[in-house]
């Protein structure tokens, strides 16, 4: 397979879904992701939010979640500013998705990716972002027609 060499963000609910199911789009990316198909990242935040999840929902799954991180070749980028946290507000109201946000753009992906339909999909319309938001089935599609092209 020819590398796509995207840039993609990772929030807490699409690692806890590669935790949960190991045939569902999420999983699928960490795969693409160790393949060298894409470069994924995750901020600080949604690192310390994932592991907080897996601890409090999925007793026993952290050494998977250690072993996707590695094997997906996870990086970790920067934690954002309080003035950038603050700019990230404008586009959403709720404090932890905003920090959440904040990393979004400080990691400079082509794309986020999330479940989260409340504050970030349902907003895309609204959302003028520099970078793509969607679900992992979104991504998975894109990558199929790029790769169809």
């Known amino acids: 397979m ?3 060499s995207l840039s993609i963000f990772l929030d807490t609910s699409v690692i ?5 199911s190991p045939t569902e789009g999420a999983r699928k990316i960490f ?7 894409l470069r994924l990242v995750v901020g600080p935040t949604v690192l310390s939010e994932a592991d907080a999840v897996v601890r409090r929902k999925a007793i026993g799954s952290r050494p998977l979640l250690a072993q996707l991180l590695e094997a997906g ?6 934690a954002p500013t309080k003035i950038q946290i603050a700019s990230a507000r404008r586009y959403v109201q709720y404090a ?5 946000l904040a990393e979004v753009i ?3 992906p082509e794309w986020s990716v999330t479940h989260d339909k409340d504050h970030f999909l349902k907003q895309k319309p609204r959302l003028k972002l520099p970078f793509t938001v969607g679900t992992p ?3 998975i599609q894109s990558l199929k027609e790029i790769v169809q092209t």
């Open 137 to 139: 089935g979104d991504l």
């Open 106 to 108: 400080c990691a400079r």
């Open 73 to 78: 070749r996870v990086e970790i980028s920067s």
């Open 2 to 4: 020819t590398p796509i």
């Open 96 to 100: 932890p998705d905003a920090r959440v």
């Open 16 to 20: 806890f879904a590669a935790v949960l």
């Open 31 to 37: 795969q693409l992701g160790e393949a060298g198909v």
